[in-house]
């Protein structure tokens, strides 16, 4: 026994009964179209009875966040559990480092060849992977934050995928919301400086002169990705898709506000839709509406468990 524990250790690969199901963990890379690799992590929850089960592909937020839902001084653990939480209830996960992210970092990779397009057309390609093995039943999407978008961009038109779940997803154009998010900040200091960049950038052209301290946002580097991002407005791609969806978000989201979940239940008055009181940005629960409170109990704290209710509905509408 203590061998054949080992061996599945050196192969990458974690083990675990949970009830009636045999879960295995392992490794698989994805080639994209046009030849990045994707790394990622599979939970296979296929039972004693060998029957198919539903696979969901986890399409991670902005930024370094990785496959777990870690990075960038974010440690939740927030997709990982997302998958274990799945795996119990009889469904299969992939989750990946979106590219040129974490272990799916490539040599030669530059920040200015990233778009939206891109990782929209990244995702296609992993639910093309798993639904022409032919082995689970249904490919869905969960698509978290950014991920929302990306899913709603790769479901257009795409017979492949059964249905989408916007997990705390933005409902206007990004040009607002960062226009919204930083007239918050400095107490609207930065207004006068952002506002004309944002307008610029949503127009669909880069902006030479960046003052520093608005850098690290509006690099130049970043600008093609901004470009990309802000020229779609989520309301009018999710009403492009036929699939069923399923809407979600957080009473306690201090990062995407009740009028992006408003604005997406309004475009898809026949999708599911579910304001979770309680649940944070994380998918977890906090009784605070201070950021900094939440960063250090729920952003910073792989112990706090997923919202109960979203684990249900999420388990309600995969088939």
Known sequence: MKKYIALLLLCGMWVNLVGQNVLQESPIDITTRDGITLKGTVIDATGQDAMPTPLVVIVAGS??????????GLKSDAYKMLCESLAERGISSYRYDKRAIAASAYEGMKEE???????AGDVKDIVHHFYSMGKYSSVYV???SEGSLLSILAARDN?????VVSLCGAGRPMGVILKEQLAAQAGGMLTPY???IIDSLSAGHKVKNVMPQLYSLFRPSVQPFLISQMRYDPVDEIKKLTCPILIISGSKDLQVKEADYDALRGAK??????RVEGMSHTLKMTDSDNMQVQLFTVYMNPSVPLSDEL?????NFVK
């Open 269 to 274: 008055p026949d999708a599911r839709a579910v």
């Open 311 to 315: 684990m249900m509905e999420i388990k």
């Open 63 to 72: 930024g370094a966040t990785d496959r777990d839902g870690n990075g960038g």
């Open 142 to 144: 969960v698509g978290h």
């Open 113 to 119: 060849d990233l778009t939206v397009e891109l990782y």
């Open 194 to 196: 952002t506002t004309p």
């Open 159 to 163: 017979k492949e995928i059964s249905g």
